[in-house]
């Protein structure tokens, strides 16, 4: 009875066929205060998704700038160790040969 229309539990809703559909164009043509309420439906989203993007450009910001501290620092750590490295290399040499 049921066979033919199987469906799957991760089926979700078809999308609407074109790909420029927005809240605004579907309520075009329905009473004024259901248009009014899609397009400021519409507008809180885009803005929502503009603030969302701001917020990830200041963090990737934020990101780099603390990277950059942080790679400095442990630059500085770095040269320290190197130059301790080679110092203990000549030591080592100048030991060996003494031996």
């Known amino acids: 009875m049921f ?3 199987k469906l799957s ?4 809703p078809q999308r609407p066929a074109s790909p420029d559909f927005s809240p605004t164009k579907a ?5 004024p205060p259901a248009m009014l ?3 400021m439906q519409e507008l809180a989203t885009k803005d929502d998704i ?3 993007h701001m917020d990830l450009i200041r963090m990737g910001a934020a990101w780099r700038s603390e990277m950059r501290q942080m790679s400095e ?3 500085g750590d770095m040269a320290g160790l190197r130059d301790e490295n080679e110092r203990l290399r000549k030591e080592l ?3 060996r040969g003494h031996v």
């Open 3 to 5: 066979e033919d229309h």
């Open 73 to 75: 620092m442990y630059a």
């Open 50 to 52: 503009k603030g969302l």
């Open 93 to 95: 040499e100048r030991l």
């Open 9 to 12: 539990p991760t089926r979700r």
């Open 27 to 31: 309520a075009f043509g329905s009473a």
């Open 37 to 39: 309420r899609a397009i």
